[in-house]
């Protein structure tokens, strides 16, 4: 059996010198700040914990990044942010000789990406390019798409900043840049020779190593990108169920998608978080219970302590490979904690 939720020593502000943030649901919804970010971001610096911004969205620049930060509170420069298109553009340039040209199947921030890597973005196969980069745009075309689909059928390198299939948008879902990745491969008839963004490990690595980090800490809201991406690059990670993944999400999750710690919020980052273990009636943490019994999880209350503890039943009871069923009324009570209360 195992559990992937431990006690950390100290608040985790404490243990950590770097938090490598996630943006779209873990500090922002959209265009609005997720409420208490900016002051508890501002707190955490104040505590010592340096922040680094990490995006899979290939499509604005760091400055652009940076710039939609401060303007909702949280003061950022482009330094501070690290983006996927960046981490495409760094592998591009491991393989390529300075100078090289890449077609870009994308926006002006995987453009000025390449561009800073001493490669040189083109917008045609017929510039003879050595590779192919693609990101998502919001304006990205069919002829770009095209020009795209031609470079590949002559076997170029084709490296993308992500594979997220679905983009959430004000108005909705919309198609992701995974979607388009999964249209040039239908065309093509092969995949990417390399993903760069969450939750593959080069773009959390890239900002680890930018940010000389030593003890860095992967916080995010989504266990499919934000999450896997910390178990793929061997970095502890903290869940916030401020965004796309919530309890139901959490108690389902396999190996590969568990967090280190979870909490409602980024006030999770001031905390220190116990650790669930067994006993003979189950698991505990803390002041929270919680069993599988009968195939049906259990718990005692809500709060923090108890979604923990339940994590840890339903994650051994799974790792077993016994299903586990959580009733309407254990999941509304677990999910108290996502509201946090």
Known sequence: MSSWLCASPGPLVEVHDVALLDLDG???R???????APALLAAARHRGLRLSFVTNNASRTPADVAGQLTALGVAATAADVVTAAQAAAGLLAERLAVGSRVLVVGGDGLRAAVAEEGLVPVRSAADEPAAVVQGWSPDLAWASLAEGAYALAAGLPWVVSNTDRTLPT?????????????LL?????RRPDAVAGKPQPPLLLRAAARTAAVHPLVVGDRLDTDIEGAVASGMPSLLVLTGVSGVADLLAAGPAQRPTYVAADLSGLFERHDGPVVDRDGWVCDEGRARVHEGRLDVDRAGPDALRAACAAAWSAQDAGHPVEVPPGVLALLAMTRRGR
């Not at 959209?30 to 208490?36: I, L, R, T």
């Not at 004000?170 to 999964?182: C, E, H, K, L």
């Not at 491969?185 to 008839?189: L, N």
């Open 170 to 182: 004000a108005r909705g879902i919309a198609p992701g840049n995974g979607s388009f990745v999964d």
């Open 26 to 28: 873990t500090v922002h």
């Open 30 to 36: 959209g265009g609005v700040a997720v409420p208490g």
């Open 185 to 189: 491969a239908a065309t093509v008839g």
